[in-house]
């Protein structure tokens, strides 16, 4: 039973590049979020999706990110002219239907590097 | 105030000892409280659930709730140096304050938990 998977694992990019994290949810999970660790800090909410619908995304910073999850395909989130204040681990979770009161399960995260 | 406040320790006990970590929110419409441990450069990983007041017990670990003081801790019991990581407490509340549905847990910053040999 294949957990949720995240790529890339590491990812590097200089100022102004865009860069585009990928999440498959856990098998049967349909409630993806996104959350960021910045250094030193503990993990924030980014942002909630479901297929095709964003239904909470009031982690996520005003401008330069957006997210998104197909009906086909991994979530993505994506972070335009990336700045080195965006360098962090960007971390994936899923959970089942039910997402009122069950558990999320994370990925292993895309630790991003902005040079 | 902080929304979810953890000592951020180091919080350091003997190999075989009971570690006791805690968490308070702030958030009084929270239901649902999760521990989550977090080895050195790895991911989150779920270790205890709790959704009622009292305890909970699994393995090594027992999840205490208290509601009214708006309080949760976990005990782990005959520390392993292998259990030598962050603890991140997290809370949901299903209703939020968003006019809607908000599922997002909200974390604390941590407490960094040394066993040693």
């Known amino acids: 039973n294949a957990g949720v998977m995240q790529n890339p694992r590491h990812l590097v990019r200089r100022r102004g590049q865009e860069a585009r994290l990928r999440c498959s949810p856990m098998?049967?999970?349909?409630?993806v979020y996104w959350y960021r660790q910045l250094p030193e800090e503990g993990l924030k909410f980014m942002v909630y999706?479901?297929?095709?619908?964003?239904?909470?995304e009031s982690g996520m910073p005003k401008e330069r990110f957006s997210a998104e999850f197909p009906k086909e395909g991994p979530s993505i989130l994506r972070i335009q002219q990336v700045v080195r204040g965006d360098s962090a681990a960007y971390f994936c979770?899923?959970?089942?239907?039910?997402?009122?009161?069950?558990?999320?399960?994370f990925g292993p995260g895309t630790r991003l590097t902005v040079t | 105030q902080k929304e979810v406040e953890q000592n951020s320790g180091p919080l350091s006990v003997p190999e075989g000892a009971i570690a006791s970590l805690n968490c308070t929110y702030s958030?009084?419409?929270?239901?649902?409280f999760f521990w989550y441990r977090q080895y050195s450069g790895k991911s989150p990983e779920l270790i205890m659930s709790?959704?009622?007041?009292g305890d909970k017990e699994d393995g090594r670990f027992t999840a205490q709730l208290n509601k009214a003081s708006q309080y949760v801790s976990l005990l782990i019991r005959d520390s392993q140096p292998s259990d030598s990581a962050t603890y991140l407490c997290?809370?949901?509340?299903?209703?939020?304050?968003?006019?809607?549905?908000?599922?997002?847990?909200?974390f604390g910053k941590g407490t960094l938990l040394t066993v040693n040999p």
């Open positions: 709790i959704y009622s007041n």
């Open positions: 999706l479901q297929k095709e619908n964003i239904i909470d």
């Open positions: 979770a899923s959970s089942p239907v039910l997402a009122g009161v069950n558990e999320q399960y």
């Open positions: 098998k049967g999970h349909s409630h």
């Open positions: 958030d009084r419409g929270s239901q649902s």
């Open positions: 997290a809370v949901k509340n299903p209703f939020g304050n968003s006019g809607g549905s908000n599922y997002k847990l909200t």
